[in-house]
């Protein structure tokens, strides 16, 4: 499987942006995707999940409202609209997969496969 992240850039505080991550390689129906993100000196963390079999969204308490997760299975794709953006968003984002959920979805060490990462800086 392979993941490609895109569309990152420099906002400003309040814009929105939409990442995208693009797969190959698998039945994309069969990947659990989740975004997580790394700000400059912390640690990686959970964004937001999309669990295919149902359907069903998840998000960190920090981008709640403010992010939306969605699935193009037509295209191969997840999305990540983020709206409200604030100087704490800036980070590298990364998208990450794997073969069917895991209940644990917010765990990176959960998922097999990683994008390069896209990095969103927002100025305030």
């Known amino acids: 499987v392979q993941l490609q992240a895109s569309g990152g850039g420099l906002v400003q505080s309040g814009d929105s942006l939409r990442l995208s991550c693009a797969a190959s390689?698998?039945?994309?129906?069969?990947?659990?995707i989740a975004w997580f993100r790394q700000a400059p000196g912390k640690e990686r963390e959970f964004v937001a999940a999309y669990r295919p079999s149902a359907r069903s969204t998840y998000y960190a308490d920090s981008v709640k409202g403010r992010f939306t997760i969605s699935r193009d299975n037509a295209k191969n794709t997840v999305h990540l609209q983020m709206n409200s953006l604030n100087a704490e968003d800036t980070a590298i984002y990364y998208c990450?997969?794997?073969?069917?959920?895991?209940?644990?979805?917010?765990?990176?060490?959960?998922?097999?496969?990683w994008g390069q990462g896209t990095l969103v800086t927002v100025s305030s």
């Open positions: 390689g698998r039945t994309f129906s069969s990947l659990a």
């Open positions: 990450a997969g794997r073969v069917y959920w895991s209940v644990q979805y917010y765990s990176g060490a959960q998922y097999n496969y």
